[in-house]
């Protein structure tokens, strides 16, 4: 299952990211500028259009996904330039713990936040 969400993180399909998620999901997430919480499937895949739709060029720098104890532990690190005809190429790594059955029950993530990539 989790195979399934890392994928979907990492090609940006977020109809399928979605199909991952239970209908009770939570997100608990610690970024810059702070921590916050999200519910829902519609919520937790906005968020992570939000971080990675759009934008002139999105590459996938490295991925992976194991299990400890009774959680999963995914990470991605992705290149990301914004939209903005003058933007540079921006980085970010981001970690997740995941509780799971046959979909995502929670997620608790820390993020580096976006770092220039010159």
Same mark, same amino acid.
């Given at each position: 299952?989790?195979?399934?969400f890392?994928?979907?993180?990492?090609?940006? *399909?977020?109809? %399928?990211? %979605?199909?991952?998620?239970?209908d009770?999901?939570?997100?608990?997430?610690?970024?810059?500028?702070?921590?916050?919480?999200?519910?829902?499937?519609?919520?937790?895949?906005?968020?992570?259009?939000?971080?990675? %739709?759009?934008?002139?060029?999105?590459?996938?720098?490295?991925?992976?996904? %194991?299990?400890?104890g009774? !959680?999963?532990?995914? !990470?991605?690190?992705?290149?990301?330039?914004?939209?903005?005809?003058?933007?540079?190429?921006?980085?970010?790594?981001?970690?997740?713990?995941?509780?799971? *059955? *046959?979909?995502?029950?929670?997620?608790?993530?820390?993020?580096?936040?976006?770092? *220039?990539?010159?």
């Amino acid at each position: 299952m989790y195979e399934h969400f890392l994928a979907a993180i990492v090609n940006r *399909d977020f109809v %399928g990211l %979605g199909a991952t998620l239970r209908d009770d999901v939570r997100l608990r997430a610690l970024v810059p500028p702070g921590p916050f919480a999200l519910a829902g499937p519609p919520a937790v895949v906005a968020q992570f259009e939000q971080w990675f %739709g759009g934008g002139r060029s999105f590459e996938v720098l490295s991925h992976s996904a %194991g299990v400890v104890g009774t !959680r999963v532990h995914a !990470r991605w690190t992705v290149r990301r330039t914004p939209d903005a005809p003058d933007a540079s190429p921006l980085t970010a790594e981001q970690h997740a713990f995941l509780t799971a *059955d *046959d979909r995502v029950r929670s997620i608790d993530l820390l993020c580096s936040g976006w770092q *220039d990539a010159r």
